[in-house]
């Protein structure tokens, strides 16, 4: 069993920052990508930033040199510092994890709970 677990959500004014960070625990064997994705009311989840175990990143161009996605191995912790908000930027977060367990051969994707972020203009 694992649980990713999200913090750093909130309600910031146009122009701050947040750090988001998501934390796997439970039974890891390996991490391969983890990432982040955003759903605002009424539309469609959309992958934000993606970090490969490597190090390669990916961004959504939206969020391009706004947003850094980072992460601690040896925490099995993902970041999202996210600068100079937007209201649009306004959704839930979520936390994404493709995750090989002890006892599963595969890895299967895991999700956050989701950390609400609420940017006013």
């Known amino acids: 069993q694992v649980q990713l677990v999200e913090s750093g959500g909130g309600l910031v004014q146009a122009g701050g920052s947040l750090r988001l960070s998501c934390a796997a625990s439970?039974?890891?064997?390996?991490?391969?990508?983890m990432g982040w994705y955003r759903q605002a009311p009424g539309k469609q989840r959309e992958l934000v930033a993606t970090?490969?175990?490597?190090?390669?990143?990916n961004y959504a161009d939206s969020v391009k040199g706004r947003f850094t996605i980072s992460r601690d191995n040896a925490k099995n912790t993902v970041y999202l510092q996210t600068n100079s908000l937007k209201p649009e930027d306004t959704a839930v977060y979520y936390c994404?994890?493709?995750?090989?367990?002890?006892?599963?051969?595969?890895?299967?994707?895991?999700w956050g709970q989701g950390t609400q972020v609420t940017v006013s203009s």
């Open positions: 439970g039974s890891i064997f390996s991490i391969n990508s």
């Open positions: 994404n994890a493709a995750i090989r367990t002890t006892n599963i051969l595969s890895t299967y994707p895991y």
């Open positions: 970090i490969t175990s490597d190090g390669n990143t």
